[in-house]
């Protein structure tokens, strides 16, 4: 995950405990998913990481009941949220299980460590606590 020149710096920023987005310096967009260059504008500057605030806002969601793979046990849901920094740009992570969710509410990032020095941000309700 880390050799991709495209999205390295944001599994770096993860096992670092940050979440980041790309953005153009030229016209201030955020460039999602990462690209080189920002695409709007075309101001040919490589594009710049920034610091999430890891505010997001629930985007849309969907409970998978039936397993498909052993590594992801059934029920689960997965999330997409809409940072708070950057509305355009949209995550998405799992929750176990079924929680009650509503689109609009408040989400915030917590960090997993899936071994082999893989760190992924997951989204969980802002009134929990991190995992």
């Known amino acids: 995950m880390t050799d991709d020149?495209?999205?390295a710096p944001f599994f770096v920023a993860a096992r670092e405990g940050r979440l980041v987005y790309a953005a153009c310096p030229s016209c201030e967009r955020?460039?999602?998913?990462?690209?080189?260059?920002?695409?709007?504008c075309d101001a040919g500057e490589p594009v710049t990481w920034r610091q999430a605030s890891g505010r997001g806002t629930l985007y849309g969601f969907t409970t998978v009941a039936h397993q498909v793979h052993p590594a992801f046990p059934a029920p689960y849901t997965v999330v997409?949220?809409?940072?708070?920094d950057a509305p355009d740009v949209r995550l998405t992570g799992m929750?176990?299980?079924t929680p009650a969710l509503e689109i609009g509410q408040a989400m915030r990032v917590w960090f997993e460590d899936k071994g082999q020095d893989v760190v992924l941000p997951q989204w969980q309700p802002a009134e929990e606590k991190a995992a």
């Open 30 to 40: 955020a460039v999602h998913p990462p690209l080189p260059y920002c695409p709007s």
């Open 5 to 7: 020149r495209d999205t």
């Open 80 to 84: 997409l949220v809409a940072l708070d």
């Open 95 to 97: 929750i176990p299980g």
